[in-house]
């Protein structure tokens, strides 16, 4: 590489939810230290401004998703994509983080110099192909965890023969019209279940076809506990309350589903029965082969899916496809489906490292062979943290935490004349557990390519932010499996 000339205390890569939470921390937290948040695309937002399908929206409650240090003022607690990207400028405008961020540019390649005890970047233009270089104390990664460029697609036998459009939600764009048209979204996840009732009333019909069934919970898109304390209390004070609230009531459920995963089950499946009621509820379309909380439970607020399967502008169909015909999708059963559009809400491709090829010191890091450092770090890889959010609460909530957490550690290492910082296992730590305790389609698909969990704290990914929070603002920064080297 040639000489660096723009270098960095800290070097933010996405300007999503993680990356503005970042900035706001490290503005606050280490005033004196210099930053800089390189985002690939030309918005911020990440996940909120990449997908443009109907409905978009949080299927976790914007008082946890939202920041703690900003209070989610609307009435809705589950809200629309647009709604959270206005929260997300009002928080780069009110702390002044307009300036701190590159659009278009994307990271590229990371090499860490032990000799220099900095990484070395290079960053591309992605206007005009020109690669910077820029080097940083610290690399701290936020821009999620799957690829921004392509979503999943199975092959489908036939698909070339369709004659109507084959659009991927992540591809979806404002002008696509369906109007009038048939429609069958393949998928039972969170963006199928969103999209089929922001449809379903201009569609002719909407199907959503699925391998197999998921588990949904309806509940209010509006907290009126929220509403009530607003009218009474300081803003802030009744966000505080509100914001605990759901962070001790989502912890109880999901301690409690865990537990006596049969009795949850049965009560998740009874409530979409009672929502749907005896004539539309068929237990095939409802009855999951895995047990809640293998994978995430679907959020249908104010019961809209099943709302719109009443009016019968929605339908259900569990089967399996054998191929695309010119007028839809012929079913392994022998049903045919037809539709002017297919809507493949089929997953994303997940993706760690944001994609940006790593070096430490002339070796490729291999990063499924290292191990998940208190979920924000890696074994043996110096100077580096990575956001990912809780798979069993709000991801605001484990961004914030590790943004707390780089905060703390800049200014121990300040304060002890240190450079560089290594999680590096003991003798009794061993490769132990996935990296995420779940089984959706997303993550099975690369578990091969993620990284470990260990047999022992610190290096147990716990998914439990309570644990978490009193580990990252009272614990000490110091711990036997992370080596600090002061500077020479």
């Known amino acids: 590489m040639s000489p660096m000339t723009n270098h960095f205390d800290v070097l933010i890569v996405g300007a999503g939810i993680s990356g503005i939470g970042a900035a706001y921390h490290l503005q606050e937290k280490c ?24 409905g978009i929206r949080s299927d976790s409650d914007m008082h946890t ?94 698909s070339k023969s369709f004659k109507g459009e084959i659009i991927h939600p992540q591809k979806w764009t404002k002008d696509i019209d369906y109007q009038d048209k048939d429609v069958v979204v393949i998928g039972s996840g ?24 998921t588990y949904y919970m309806s509940r209010p898109d509006i907290d009126y506990i929220s509403n009530f304390l607003k009218k009474y209390l300081p803003e802030a004070l009744a966000y505080f309350l509100v914001r605990w609230k759901n962070i001790l009531l989502g912890r109880l459920f999901f301690v409690l589903l865990k537990r006596n995963p049969q009795k949850y089950k049965e009560m998740l499946i009874q409530g979409v029965k009672d929502n749907l009621g005896e004539d539309l509820f068929d237990e095939k ?32 169909v569990t089967d399996s496809i054998d191929k695309f015909t010119q007028d839809g999708i012929l079913l392994k059963s022998g049903k045919e489906l037809t539709a002017d559009i297919i809507v493949t809400a089929t997953g994303l491709n997940m993706e760690l490292l944001n994609g940006i090829k790593i070096t430490i010191d002339n070796a490729p890091l291999d990063i499924s062979s290292k191990m998940s450092f208190k979920g924000r770090m890696f074994s043996d890889v110096p100077n580096l943290t990575a956001t990912f959010g809780y798979t069993t609460a709000s991801w605001t909530l484990g961004a914030d935490l590790t943004n707390e957490f780089l905060c703390r550690l800049i200014k121990y290492m300040d304060k002890k004349g240190f450079n560089k910082v290594v999680p590096t296992p003991g003798k009794n730590i061993k490769p132990e557990g996935d990296y995420l305790d779940l089984n959706s389609g997303y993550i099975e698909r690369v578990k091969h390519a993620l990284p470990k969990q260990g047999n022992k704290s610190p290096w147990i990914n716990s998914q439990n932010y309570l644990q978490d929070i009193r580990e990252v603002r009272l614990g000490s920064i110091k711990n036997k499996d992370l080596k600090f080297v002061a500077s020479q």
């Open 190 to 213: 969170a963006t199928a279940v969103t999209m089929i009732p922001a449809m379903a009333n201009k569609v002719k019909h909407i199907t959503m076809l699925q391998r197999s069934p």
């Open 31 to 54: 005033p004196d230290k210099s930053f800089i948040i390189f985002e690939a695309r030309e918005n911020f937002g990440g996940t909120w401004d990449l997908f443009q399908y109907p």
């Open 65 to 158: 998703m939202g920041f703690r240090f900003k209070p989610w003022k609307s009435h809705k607690s589950i809200a629309d994509g647009p709604s959270i990207m206005e929260y997300l400028k009002e928080t780069i405008e009110e702390n002044g983080l307009q300036d701190k961020i590159h659009f278009k540019s994307k990271v590229k390649s990371a090499f860490w110099s032990s000799q220099s005890a900095q990484w070395e970047i290079e960053v591309e233009d992605n206007m005009t192909g020109k690669i910077e270089q820029y080097t940083c104390s610290f690399l701290h990664l936020c821009g999620g965890y799957y690829n921004y460029s392509e979503g999943y697609i199975p092959i489908f036998k036939g």
């Open 285 to 316: 379309d409802f009855t999951p082969k895995y047990m809640p909380w293998d994978q995430r439970l679907c959020f249908v607020p104010n019961a809209d899916l099943f709302e719109s399967m009443k009016s019968g502008k929605a339908s259900v």
